[in-house]
């Protein structure tokens, strides 16, 4: 969800959707993704919040999914340890977990570049009320 959620705004729109289903591999028309999104959009609001991601996913292991888009999402995000047996499935959630360890470090990077921009900006509003201390003082 979160690696294909780039407005980072919590939710994954047609768009965002459409590039989801065409990196796995089973791209969508317009109207299939809208017939995904509406089938799982609880709040109506044209978009997937995680929630509701997920529950394509509970849907799917109910059997509650229709052959569609969403069944093959649910298809192509999944691992059966039966068939592709344990070390396949070790090697599949710790790629899962190295994916997540790589965005956390670059969420760190991307902090602390942040923090340092505050710091320097705080450092420069500085200055600027020292010189303006000191202008005034030659001023008067």
Do not use: W
């Amino acid at each position: 969800f979160f690696k294909f959620d780039s407005g980072k705004d919590g939710f994954i729109d047609l768009m965002e959707l459409k590039m989801m289903m065409q990196k796995l591999g089973a791209p969508q028309t317009h109207l299939g993704l809208k017939t995904m999104i509406r089938e799982v959009d609880k709040d109506y609001d044209g978009k997937l919040s995680y929630r509701e991601f997920l529950l394509i996913f509970r849907r799917a292991a109910a059997g509650e999914l229709q052959e569609s888009g969403l069944m093959a999402l649910a298809r192509l995000s999944e691992i059966n340890v039966s068939d592709e047996g344990v070390q396949s499935a070790c090697d599949f959630f710790e790629a899962k977990a190295q994916v997540l360890s790589v965005r956390s470090k670059f969420e760190a990077e991307l902090c602390e570049e942040q923090e340092e921009k505050r710091r320097v900006e705080e450092e420069r509003k500085q200055r600027h009320v020292a010189f303006k201390e000191l202008q005034s003082a030659f001023c008067s």
